[in-house]
């Protein structure tokens, strides 16, 4: 192997750039600030800093390049410009991601047609909503006493708050109007509420998204130990004795390849492509790739009436701005899907030319479905046929069953009464989005308390087999959620990391006896 631009050998090699990898580099500069850190991303950088969100570049040209240079082999394809565009029948991506080419959907199945992914520093962080509801109920994994603490922490690196729409018109008219239906019978915490979002307001007053950047913060950007390398596809994780020894790495600027020997390995790409590197590396628990788990979507859309237009500049397209607001009906366990409500600037459906849009005034509703967990819907691979990075093409068999579907039915109802709470709905019925459209893939290297084959990793996300290696992302969350993942990953990111920086340090005190008993 040559060496080029790679270190020898490391304390710690993360896998990926998204939030999770991220908040393990961030806890490790903040508890372990002596270890060695390499992060490897198969895509580039596309912002400055290092994976910020596409959302802080102002300029909507440079925007769009960021986009798709984050588009990996889908760069080029036809994207669509909201999520409800993604029209049953329909295979565009949305931009800044890019879908599998083939082995989305087998007969029989309803596969998972419009399943992205994004290649680029800061990964899906770069491109998503930022938001960071917290789960309850049922969503809540059980086996770990400290989750709520954990909560706080990835609340802490994401930089969430409650109050970046503060002062968006007709905020407080949709969430009442949502809790005169919604309340009745919740607890406090369940009740309609503004939706925590990881985004904060600059200096200048401007809004701020949270990205990679955010989490990794200054004290990993600024930490010398740790190194971040961008179009650095590892193909495999290296293993000796039994034990997480590295990575091996191809260097896709440079077209060599490369061996970095590590004391611990964190595979934190996605829920699809982590699982994906595992198998390829020839770690094959029973549970690897199953319980995939999507989160069916259906949407709908309603206009407020008699509302003035605010004063101040709208951002056309549809996208959130200072108009918006973003409203949360969280999950329950009797109501099991979750319902994200923003405020727009332009109307999902056509309007007639002489019937101007009020900024603010057209409400999107969307409720995410919690899944019926099965173990036969999975993320396979075949090792006869490879993706366009080389690596075992993906498989995946996915099924609604039958409890799915009647949640489904009970969410379009749901979702017609919401709308007709708020104003007046735009359309007759709701549209359910086609199976992949959330991109909140779950499940498919899974936490357990055993390693009974039905589980990936422990509860400190170590791979069961494979002492020193770790898995973060979506993929690691084994309960059937309806709320967005990102917090709850994040903060099992979190747990992970510790567990290193407590081994890393009981190395360094070991040496250091060892040291002192010498002398």
Not at 38 to 47: D, I, L, N, W
Not at 118 to 134: D, E, K, L, Q, Y
Not at 172 to 180: E, N, Q
């Amino acid at each position: 192997m040559s060496t080029g631009r790679y270190p020898g050998s490391v304390d710690v090699a993360i896998v990926g750039s998204g939030p999770t990898a991220s908040a393990y580099a961030r806890i490790l500069s903040e508890e372990a600030p002596g270890a060695t850190i390499a992060m490897f991303e198969v895509g580039p950088t596309v912002s400055n800093p290092p994976g910020a969100h596409v959302k802080n570049i102002e300029d909507p040209d440079s925007r769009s390049l960021a986009q798709r240079a984050s588009e990996g082999p889908g760069a080029g394809a036809e994207t669509v410009s909201s999520p409800g565009a993604v029209k049953s029948g329909e295979r565009r991506a949305r931009p800044g991601t890019y879908l599998l080419q083939d082995g989305y959907s087998f007969p029989g199945e309803d596969g998972m047609p419009v399943a992205a992914m994004s290649s680029n520093v800061g990964g899906m962080a770069a491109h998503w909503t930022a938001a960071c509801p917290r789960p309850g109920g049922k969503e809540r994994i059980p086996f770990l006493p400290d989750l709520d603490e954990l909560l706080a922490d990835a609340d802490r690196l994401l930089g969430v708050t409650t109050h970046a729409f503060d002062g968006a018109p007709f905020s407080d008219l949709v969430r009442t109007r949502l809790s005169a239906v919604v309340d009745a019978g919740r607890a406090p915490a369940y009740r309609v509420q503004p939706m925590p979002l990881a985004v904060h307001r600059r200096a200048d007053g401007r809004l701020l998204w949270s990205g990679s950047d955010v989490v990794m913060g200054d004290v990993t950007r600024e930490n010398p130990q740790f190194e971040l390398f961008d179009e650095s596809l590892v193909t495999r994780v290296l293993v000796e004795g039994g034990i997480a020894a590295g990575v091996e790495v191809h260097d896709r600027r440079r077209g060599t390849t490369h061996r970095v020997g590590a004391r611990y390995v964190v595979v934190g790409a996605d829920a699809l492509r982590t699982p994906q590197l595992l198998w390829a590396s020839g770690i094959r628990p029973d549970a690897l790739g199953r319980y995939l788990n999507d989160q069916a979507q259906v949407v709908f859309a309603s206009r407020l009436r008699d509302v003035t237009a605010p004063k101040g500049p709208a951002t056309a397209n549809g996208a959130l701005s200072e108009q918006s607001g973003v409203a949360w009906v969280p999950y329950t366990d009797e109501a099991p899907f979750h319902g994200q409500i923003m405020q727009l600037d332009a109307s999902p459906v056509p309007l007639a030319d002489d019937d101007p849009v009020v900024p603010g005034s057209i409400v999107g509703l969307g409720l995410f479905c919690a899944k019926d967990l099965q173990r036969e819907d999975r993320v396979a691979f075949d090792d006869g046929a490879s993706d366009s990075y080389g690596m075992p093409a993906m498989r995946i068999h996915y099924r609604l069953t039958g409890r799915d579907r009647e949640v489904l039915e009970r969410a379009k109802k749901e979702i017609v009464r919401l709308g007709k709470a708020v104003g007046e709905p735009l359309d007759e019925r709701p549209f359910v989005l086609p199976p992949g459209s959330s991109l909140h893939y779950q499940g498919t290297t899974r936490m357990g308390v055993a390693d009974d084959g039905e589980s990936v990793c422990s509860p400190d996300s170590q791979v069961w087999q494979v002492p020193g290696l770790f898995v973060a992302g979506n993929g690691v969350i084994p309960t059937p959620t309806a709320c967005n993942p990102t917090l709850t990953a994040v903060a099992l990111a979190v747990r992970g990391a510790r567990r290193i920086a407590a081994g890393i340090g009981s190395a360094l005190l070991m040496s250091e006896s060892d040291n002192t008993m010498s002398k």
